[in-house]
């Protein structure tokens, strides 16, 4: 089937950030079609709008925007209905529906959820904390991660790890290697949650051997071995069983599915600690 194009236009007065995702989420519904997107952040002054509006109308197509200033609403919209391009406000229902819950209007705060406050260096903190613990470094303060990542390699620990910390959570990661001990201090560590993370010996054959081919080296190695990658991954799972670590098998999740499986994991960890 041959595949259709269309053009969508993002327009926010912030990073674009929800925008792009809200997007994606939708377009990813629709099989045959691609959307060829035109992504316009930190949209803030008429100026600004303008510039927005002539690129629109010169490929005109689907515009999803979050405008918090009504006048810069107003005037894209207008732009739209006069280029016949569909136009939606992304945020309007849900302030419809806060406003009438709470019974307060909201007020016009562009990127307000990016305002530097202690969630914001919560997560600076918790980069740092997770760029230094990477790959096995630094296991002495094991005990100040709120999660550790443990598994063979080519198990997308670092960017599960990275994705944790833009969430606020301090995460280290070690990689498990047969017949190598584990240092004594994630052997004693009582605070971290310690998440297992598995995959297809196929899968890790896979990424392992285009790793080595990005590195021009060669892929005759135990490294690449099916067989061997298997001893690993039983290895893995059975030092998982032992510990009672959950195990979550990532052949076919992406990082985000991951990462949300491990925050579940990570709440009901919380838990612990506050009903003792």
């Known amino acids: 089937m041959a595949r259709s194009y269309f053009h969508l236009h993002l327009v926010s007065d912030s990073t674009g950030e929800t925008l792009i995702t809200v997007a994606r989420a939708v377009a990813a519904q629709y099989e045959g079609v691609s959307a060829i997107e035109h992504v316009y952040p930190l949209v803030r002054s008429a100026t600004q709008l ?65 305002m530097l406050n202690a969630d914001y260096f919560k997560r600076i903190d918790a980069m740092n904390f997770t ?29 599960t790890a990275i994705y944790l910390a833009n969430r606020g959570l301090k995460t280290a990661n070690i990689p498990l290697v047969p017949d190598m001990p584990l240092p004594p201090q994630i052997e004693n560590a009582k605070k971290p949650l310690f998440v297992g993370l598995v995959a297809s010996p196929e899968r890790i054959v896979q990424i392992r051997q285009n790793r080595l081919l990005s590195l021009n080296a060669s892929d005759e190695t135990d490294y690449t071995d099916r067989d061997r990658v298997a001893e690993e991954i039983a290895y893995s799972r059975k030092l998982f069983a032992r510990k009672r670590w959950p195990v979550i098998d990532v052949t076919r999740r992406s990082i985000e599915e991951t990462a949300a499986a491990i925050l579940e994991h990570y709440r009901a960890h919380r838990m612990k600690f506050i009903a003792t």
Do not use: W
């Not at 230094?132 to 670092?158: C, N, W, Y």
């Open 131 to 159: 760029l230094f613990h990477d790959d096995g470094q630094l296991p002495t303060d094991i005990e100040e991660a709120d999660v550790v990542l443990m598994g063979v390699s080519r198990t997308s620990k670092t960017p």
């Open 50 to 114: 303008e510039r927005v509006i002539a690129e629109i109308e010169a490929a005109p197509g689907i515009v999803l925007f979050t405008l918090v200033e009504q006048d810069l609403a107003q005037r894209l919209e207008e732009a739209c209905r006069e280029n016949a391009s569909p136009a939606l406000s992304v945020l309007s229902p849900v302030h419809s529906l806060l406003q009438s819950y709470l019974g307060t209007a909201s007020v016009a705060r562009p990127g307000a959820q990016h």
